[in-house]
């Protein structure tokens, strides 16, 4: 199932259609609607190149709230459209993140809050395991990246202890506690990182 904002997805206006063609049962809440087995597309508004794609156990719909809840997840992934030196179209699509967390809460703005996650940039073959609280969530913000209170990243070049990350889904760090915060690099690694996947080097 596709939308555009994902309450469109879950939103009780479709329910009774998309009822229809669940593979499990689903039910209506007191406000807003619960889905069994799905697959969902996302189509962030403020992030018009990007699609992120997931499969959930279970997504909730609070409209009342403006906000969605998805458990049990697993295949999520960004794709975003290909551009050219000269910032055209290619007119192709190339995998861009991979996401991995328990659940993820989806606000209406389509930015996506949960406890822990991790994201592994493909491009970079970086892995990032972000851990929150309830009070300050890891957040993906779209648009611009994610953010955690603490961050673990290993990657080829270096691996790190980050706190109060701020991280675009470029790997470019606009924030971040210098003072509580540690990176080792390897300067004499031979790995590389070659179509999203280390491979040792000459």
């Known amino acids: 199932m596709q939308k555009t904002g994902l309450y469109a997805l879950a939103g009780i206006t479709l329910f009774a259609l998309t009822f229809a063609l669940l593979p499990t049962g689903g039910h209506v809440a007191d406000t807003g609607a619960t889905l069994s087995g799905v697959e969902l597309k996302l189509y962030p508004s403020?992030?018009?190149?990007?699609?992120?794609?997931f499969r959930a156990a279970n997504v909730e719909s609070d409209p009342e709230q403006n906000r969605t809840y998805l458990s049990g997840l697993s295949g999520g992934q960004r794709v975003v459209k290909e551009r050219d030196d000269?910032?055209?179209?290619?007119?192709?699509?190339?995998?861009?993140?991979?996401?991995?967390a328990p659940d993820l809460t989806i606000d209406g703005q389509?930015?996506?809050?949960?406890?822990?996650?991790?994201?592994?940039?493909?491009?970079?073959?970086?892995?990032?395991?972000?851990?929150?609280?309830?009070?300050?969530?890891v957040k993906i913000?779209?648009?611009?990246?994610?953010?955690?209170?603490?961050?673990?990243?290993?990657?080829p070049f270096f691996d790190a202890h980050y706190e109060k990350l701020q991280m675009t889904f470029d790997f470019n760090i606009e924030d971040v506690?210098?003072?509580?915060?540690?990176?080792?690099?390897?300067?004499?690694?031979?790995?590389?990182?070659?179509?999203g996947k280390r491979v040792p080097g000459a």
């Not at 403020?46 to 794609?53: E, L, N, Q, T």
């Not at 648009?143 to 290993?154: K, Q």
């Open 46 to 53: 403020r992030d018009p190149d990007a699609v992120w794609s």
């Open 86 to 100: 000269q910032n055209r179209l290619t007119g192709r699509e190339v995998l861009d993140a991979r996401l991995t």
């Open 110 to 137: 389509d930015n996506m809050t949960t406890r822990q996650a991790r994201i592994t940039l493909v491009r970079e073959c970086a892995d990032i395991d972000l851990t929150g609280t309830d009070k300050t969530p």
């Open 141 to 155: 913000e779209q648009g611009r990246g994610f953010a955690a209170p603490v961050a673990e990243v290993e990657s």
């Open 177 to 195: 506690d210098n003072s509580r915060s540690t990176t080792t690099s390897d300067l004499d690694t031979t790995e590389r990182c070659v179509d």
